[in-house]
Structure formats: C-alpha cells, structure tokens
C-alpha cells in the first residue's frame, strides 16, 4: 500500500512566479490536511480538505494562498506570486474518515515538498 | 501561551539509555495525542497514538498520557543510534478542528 506521495520533492521559485505543490493521499483515504514547517519551528496547520470541498482552512494565509482536492487527481497546494518567506517545507497528511473515540483520526504525512524562493 | 509546550533540546544520551521526551498543553479539550518521529529532511512518521490516560506501549517506545496535568510523554528503551531523530508531539480534538497541533519537536541524538 503505497504511502502519501507528493511532488514535487524540490521546488524553487523565483519572487513572484507561482507555486504549484501535489499530494496524493493514501489509498482508501479522503481527508487531506497541509501543514508548513518553517525553519527551526514545528510543523503548523493549513488547511483541511475533503473531495471537492474545503472543511477547513483557519491557518492559510489570507492572500496568495489557495487549496483544492477535485473529485479526481491529486490534492494541490497553490501559492501566488511566491515571497522568500514562503520558503519552507510544506507536508501533507492524509487520513480515512475520522471517527468517534479516535478511530480514524490518526494522520500519515507525506516525504514533504520543499520550496526554496530566490 | 503556546497551546502545545515541547522542550526543543537537543538532547543526548549514550546507547542503551532510556529517553524521556515530554510535552505539556493548555487546553483540556484536546483528547488525543500522537508521536511522530521525523528524521531530516524526511516527512514525519506516526510512531503512536492513544486518545485516553494511562501508558501505550509499543516495542521499546512507551506513550504515557496524564490528562489531570495536561502532560504527555514518550519513553524509548534500549535506545539505538538510529532513534536519532526529532520527536514532534501532536495533540488533536475530536470534535471540532481536524487538524493537529504540533509541538516544536525535540532533537534527539543517541551516541554509539
């Protein structure tokens, strides 16, 4: 059973150009979550997404920063007119249907996609 | 205040030594805590999970929850130059947010 998968594994982006970062989950998962993890700091939550729907997107920044999960073909984590304090290691975690009393909640995370902006 | 407090080390110990890595969190709310362990440049990898107090063990690595402190740990028996690595705590709600909280991560390094 292949893990999460994501790429690419190294991105760099020039100020201004656009990020394009993918994710495709588990098999037999349906909820996809991105964290970011900057330099020297633990990893921070971004966004939660189900097919073709946003659960959740209280850490994303408010501009330039933009999620989807279609109903066919990977997660994409999609960043605007990139800024050097982008740069970070950006994971995605996957999971099945979350349930009651833990089951299902656990997260399995991805090699992670890291952006370099020069 | 952080939600989730995580010592960032580095901690060393000698081969064969007993770790003891520890988080504390501030809200009650939280009913289920999970260990990953990351080496570097890697993704994180789900070491164990346990949503209620009490001690998970698992091999050689120990999850301990005390939720009247609000304090979790993970001990590591016998531990081996290869459990070098850092240790993120990750504390989540089960209703409510489907996200985790991480702590900062511990650096771990075991000597030969």
């Known amino acids: 059973n292949a893990g999460v998968m994501q790429n690419p594994r190294h991105l760099v982006r020039r100020r201004g150009q656009e990020a394009r970062l993918r994710c495709s989950p588990m098999k037999g998962h349906s909820h996809v979550y991105w964290y970011r993890q900057l330099p020297e700091e633990g990893l921070k939550f971004m966004v939660y997404l189900q097919k073709e729907n946003i659960i959740d997107e209280s850490g994303m920044p408010k501009e330039r920063f933009s999620a989807e999960f279609p109903k066919e073909g990977p997660s994409i984590l999609r960043i605007q007119q990139v800024v050097r304090g982008d740069s970070a290691a950006y994971f995605c975690?996957?999971?099945?249907?979350?349930?009651?009393?833990?089951?299902?909640?656990?997260?399995?995370f991805g090699p992670g996609t890291r952006l370099t902006v020069t | 205040q952080k939600e989730v407090e995580q010592d960032p080390g580095p901690l060393s110990v000698p081969e064969g030594a007993i770790v003891s890595l520890n988080c504390t969190y501030s809200?009650?709310?939280?009913?289920?805590f999970m260990w990953y362990r990351q080496y570097s440049r890697k993704g994180p990898e789900l070491l164990m999970y346990?949503?209620?107090?009490g001690n998970k063990e698992d091999g050689r690595f120990t999850a301990q929850v005390d939720k009247s402190s609000k304090y979790i740990s993970l001990f590591i028996r016998d531990s081996q130059p290869s459990d070098s690595a850092t240790y993120l705590c990750a504390l989540y709600l089960i209703q409510g947010a489907q996200k985790l909280v991480f702590g900062q991560g511990t650096r771990l390094t075991i000597n030969p």
């Open positions: 346990t949503y209620s107090s």
């Open positions: 975690a996957s999971s099945p249907v979350p349930g009651l009393a833990g089951e299902g909640d656990e997260q399995y």
């Open positions: 809200n009650s709310a939280f009913q289920y």
